[in-house]
C-alpha cells in the first residue's frame, strides 16, 4: 500500500497551497481519508478528514474556513485545499486511511499513512 502525498512547499503567509494524496489501496473507496500534520516538536494532530463518499467532512478548529477537504475516488486521491496560511500551519502534512469504523479525528483512527509533504509559512 502507497499513499504519495505531494504539493507542500514554501508560501507567505496569506497564500495558497493544494495538498494531494494519490493512494494506491484497492478499498480507497470505502475508507474514511484524513489529513494530519506535525510540527517540530509537537505531537502529530487532526487536520481533516472525509468519508468514504466525500459526503460527510470534519475539520480541526484551526482548519475551519480555510482548509477544505476533498477527494477523487476515481482516481484513488484525496486534497487537502489551504487558504489562508499562517506561519503556524507550518508542519508536514501526512495523509492517512482509516480503520473500517474508527474515529476519523484520533490518529489510532488510521491504517495506512503516507510519507509526510513539508508546508513551510513564512511571515
Known amino acids: 500500500v502507497q499513499l504519495q502525498a505531494s504539493g507542500g512547499g514554501l508560501v507567505q503567509a496569506g497564500g495558497s497551497l493544494r495538498l494531494s494524496c494519490t493512494v494506491s489501496l484497492r478499498t480507497f473507496n470505502i475508507r474514511i481519508m484524513g489529513w494530519f500534520r506535525q510540527a517540530p516538536g509537537k505531537e502529530r494532530e487532526f487536520v481533516a478528514s472525509?468519508?468514504?463518499?466525500?459526503?460527510?467532512?470534519s475539520l480541526s478548529d484551526s482548519a475551519k474556513g480555510r482548509f477544505t477537504i476533498s477527494r477523487d475516488n476515481a482516481k484513488n486521491t484525496v486534497y487537502l485545499q489551504m487558504n489562508s496560511l499562517k506561519p503556524e500551519d507550518t508542519a508536514v502534512y501526512y495523509c492517512?486511511?482509516?480503520?473500517?469504523?474508527?474515529?476519523?479525528?484520533?490518529?489510532?483512527?488510521?491504517?495506512?499513512w503516507g510519507q509526510g509533504t513539508l508546508v513551510t509559512v513564512s511571515s
Open positions: 492517512a486511511a482509516g480503520r473500517p469504523g474508527a474515529r476519523p479525528t484520533e490518529v489510532i483512527g488510521y491504517e495506512y
Open positions: 472525509i468519508s468514504a463518499n466525500g459526503g460527510s467532512t
